[in-house]
């Protein structure tokens, strides 16, 4: 199983950014999709949540409005297109795959994380 992220680096206060995060290995259309981030000296924490199988979106407060996550079945691809970035925004982000509830064989994959960095 692989996850790739791709699409961070240094972006401007007030700008945008879209993340990629290419699955191979694992069943992509039936997966629970989320992005996770982890700032330096902080525990990695949720972002986002795409869900296939409910058809369901759900976001942290803090990204709310301002991140959009998205998923191609397709291409085993999910996306996270960020915009009015924030310094406090900058992390390392992740992305998670992990078994629909009630399903087996139960897993839970992460990427090897990319970084975002906002500053001007």
């Known amino acids: 199983v692989q996850l790739v992220e791709s699409g961070g680096g240094l972006v401007q206060p007030g700008g945008s950014l879209t993340l990629s995060c290419a699955a191979s290995g694992v069943t992509f259309s039936t997966s629970v999709m989320r992005w996770h981030r982890q700032a330096p000296g902080k525990e990695r924490e949720w972002v986002a949540l795409s869900n296939s199988v409910t058809g369901s979106t759900t976001y942290a407060d803090f990204v709310r409005g301002r991140f959009t996550i998205s998923r191609d079945n397709a291409k085993n691809t999910v996306y996270l297109q960020m915009s009015s970035l924030k310094s406090e925004d900058t992390a390392v982000y992740y992305c998670?795959?992990?078994?629909?509830?009630?399903?087996?064989?139960?897993?839970?994959?992460w990427g090897q994380g990319t970084q975002v960095t906002v500053s001007s």
């Open positions: 998670n795959a992990k078994s629909p509830a009630g399903r087996v064989p139960t897993y839970d994959y």
